[in-house]
């Protein structure tokens, strides 16, 4: 990706300003859409239509056909943008036409339609206001709902001064009647209109349309002949899958309970010479609809939502982010439509918070499929030695490891963390300072006694993470107090190695798997009751990703189940025991105001845990019950840190601006303290406020626990 791409769009103080405005808004709104109504329940029936359509995309085709051409259309089936094109222009010129009056429709950006057209002697205009905008820039849409985001009043301003000859002021309202006057003269001398289609009824050959601007009922009825663009995913079976769609597309794309205008449009049947030709797009749709691995990406409604919460969108807007289609799901698509060079670079943009997933109106499961299609794209050179040679050895990994302790020593500052790196590593940590790598790793302490499993109550295998094992023991030494406190007995396996989830994050597929093998035959091979981790990405490894990576090997299948179902984040666990007296009887009776300990803390939710393994209640009822906190909520809780794993190293400048959004909301709290579930999170939020100079401490909430019953034991003993 180019950097500076990067840079001048972080720079753009507009961009960023527009972008962050909608992004705090639309939650809001898109909540107020869904009042009374089960998001869950839709979206699910949704997914379930879709993904029904979609084994069967082949038939559900020629039933759409079938009953189009019934109701007096003419169904052209395309199978690449070329044909698509040719066909289209053949339809413009057999009614001896040079003029196309468009509205917006996203397939037309995809088989670049426009630019075909125009080589070709035909004039388009687009009449959607944001469309026709983005038309006169000759730029690309930077969102799938509102193409123009990216665009100030001043810019349309002068796009609009330069179209129509004469000065038009910055002002909304004058530029909004500038764009009326000017298009409603396309509207009327236009000799074919286009639109694309939101949905495609198999039963009986509709098409559904919804827009926002009047430009649609115009384009589709002014004309005597109506061209539609749509993709061959747009079929539904029938009227009531049709309208879940049209019941959550405007909801979910910008919070609107429902849209200006809603129509359906079937071919004509009175002989007044008018015309519907219905150009299916395929373009590679039937092949991914085949394909059981990538498919579900097909099931997507093009709402836009996955860029409407995607901190990285937030950022660079859909220019950076996206080829054609932009968002998550963007990512996905761009290799299956317009090849994988083109999205080689954008799928590394992805940083995997998963916040995408939480609000797709199809429930895909977009991030892991970018995180798949990884797999496919070229890697850099190094790379497979880095993870395949020596992540993969425990030993020589270990070993690299303990040799970084020495190597660091000239870059420690006072209390001993890295503030800068030497040559161009700096860029990495201009803004952070970084946690030295400790003298002793946890696994080195666990040999002189530490959980090695003596007490009684039900056995845990602890599964600590590189992170926290290396960089963090006290972490994990806490994780051991604090779980045998609560009665159980703790057990670190030596033999235990990375997730793997590093390895598969940068598409090095195989690497993961022998990771996941390694990792689940060591994990099984002690009977225990529950294996716990202190980091949320290695328990979504161990709980969801050891089994899809391993789903084709029959003697892992079940043995990866099995490790699922005993995988348990600290919290999550240690929540079983929260409540009066949990942490031994001499702590039972005693309240919050006879607590001289308590005090209040700000909590951030890890993206993989309460995304990735659905945790959110269980890390606050700890906090509360046993490491004996108050909480003060922080704006957007939830929201990614910047972090990333490696995505902080690939990407420092985008990184950086992430941070600063949590560290003004953590800051905006008064707490002295952030709560953590994720060490990875303590690095980056830690680093931050560091180096901002703030006096905020970052704690997992293992210490928050164990530091509680240090309390209790000093109280007592005095």
Known sequence: MDKGLIQQKLDNTFLRRALKNFAAAYPVARAKAFEGMDFEELRGRIANFKGAGLEQLPALVER????????????????????????????????????????????????????????????????????????????????????????NKEEVAELFSRETGRECPPDIPSLVQTAREALRSGFLAGQVGMSGANVAMADSGTLGIITNEGNGRLVTTLPRTHIALVGVEKIVPSLSDALDIIEIL????????????????????????????????????????????????????????????????????????????????GLVLTPFFHGFDKAEEILKLCIGCRKCNEVCAARIDIEGLIVDLRDKIRKPFGQKFLFGTLMKNRK??????????????????????????????????????????????????????????????????????????????????????????????????????????????????EVARDMARINTDVLLEEDADYVVTICPTCTMSLKHDFGKLLADEPVYVEKARRLAAKTFNFSELAARKAGAGSLGPETRGRSKTQDAARSTVTYHDACHLKRGCGVHEEPRKVLRELAGVEIAEMEECDKCCGFGGSYSIKYPEISQEVLKNKLENIEATGAHMVAVDCPGCKLQIEGGLEAAGSAVTVEHSATLVARRIAEVKVELET
């Open 396 to 509: 020589l990994f270990h070993a690299a490891l303990r040799t970084a302790y020495l190597a660091q020593k000239p870059f420690q500052g006072a209390g001993g963390r890295i503030r800068h790196l030497p040559l161009v590593l700096n860029r990495e940590t201009a803004n952070r300072s970084l946690p030295p790598i400790a003298e002793k790793p946890f696994r080195d302490l666990v040999e002189t006694g530490t959980g090695k499993g003596t007490g009684t109550g039900e056995k845990v295998l602890f599964y600590s993470g590189c992170l926290a094992d290396f960089v963090y023991p006290e972490m994990c030494q806490d994780t051991v107090t604090s779980l045998e406190k609560l009665g159980y007995t703790v057990t670190f396996p030596q033999e235990q190695t990375c997730c793997g989830i590093p390895a598969r994050y940068s598409g090095e597929m």
């Open 64 to 151: 759409f056909t079938a009953s189009a051409e019934k109701a007096g259309a003419q169904v052209h089936l395309c199978t690449t943008p070329e044909v698509a094109n040719r066909t289209i222009l053949e339809i413009i010129r057999s009614k001896n036409a040079d003029f196309l009056v468009k509205s917006k429709a996203m397939t037309s950006e995809e088989i670049e339609l426009n630019h075909y057209l125009e080589k070709n002697g035909v004039s388009c205009l687009e009449t959607d206001l944001g469309e026709w905008i983005i038309q006169l820039a000759g730029e690309r849409p930077s969102h799938m709902v509102m193409p123009a985001i990216h665009k």
């Open 250 to 329: 405007p909801k979910n794309a910008t919070g609107q309970k429902i849209t200006s205008y809603v129509s359906f449009i079937k071919g004509p049947t009175g002989g007044d010479g008018r015309e519907l030709h219905i150009v299916l797009l395929d373009n590679g749709r039937l092949q991914l609809a085949a394909d059981p691995a990538f498919r579900e990406a097909l099931k997507c409604v093009k709402c836009g939502a996955c860029a409407n919460v995607c901190p990285i969108y937030e950022l660079v807007g859909g220019h950076v982010f996206g080829h054609i289609y932009v968002g998550g799901i």
